[in-house]
């Protein structure tokens, strides 16, 4: 299993007029928790791209358990319990400053050949960074 933290401070910009996070900016912490999961690991989106591989989103799931509130720091975990095949799982679980899980989510990508257009195996390189974080834990 590997898992990630990055903490994020909520701006008013994405806030209702309630000063809770509007719910559809979730996904974009899971985006942002994603991505940085991925570096930690010593690779990124765009090291993907470059290598004529995409990653979409084909599967979300949302729970919504407390509000965010303006100003709040956000911690982001990001959970990848299984080795990727042709897909890839996140779990995310956000808390708040008391500690507090506000909001769990999942996500299912899949590796899309940029130039075929089509699904594929995660390749053999990225596959070696996940075993090797795996290992280590």
Do not use: H
Request: proline letters at 4%; hydrophobic letters at 35%.
């Amino acid at each position: 299993m590997i898992v990630s933290e990055i903490k994020l401070r909520v701006r008013y910009g994405e806030t209702d007029q309630m000063g809770f996070v509007y719910y559809g900016n979730y996904p974009e912490y899971y985006e942002v928790g994603r991505t940085e999961a991925l570096r930690t690991l010593g690779t990124s989106y765009k090291e993907l791209e470059d290598n004529g591989i995409f990653m979409p989103v084909i599967n979300m799931s949302i729970k919504y358990i407390k509000p965010g509130k303006y100003d709040d720091l956000l911690t982001i975990k990001t959970i990848i319990n299984e080795l990727p095949r042709t897909r890839m799982n996140f779990i995310y679980e956000i808390y708040n400053q008391q500690n507090e899980m506000i909001n769990r989510g999942e996500t299912t990508l899949i590796f899309l050949s940029k130039e075929k257009n089509k699904p594929i195996i995660c390749p053999e390189w990225l596959n070696k960074i996940f075993k090797k974080s795996f290992q280590e834990i």
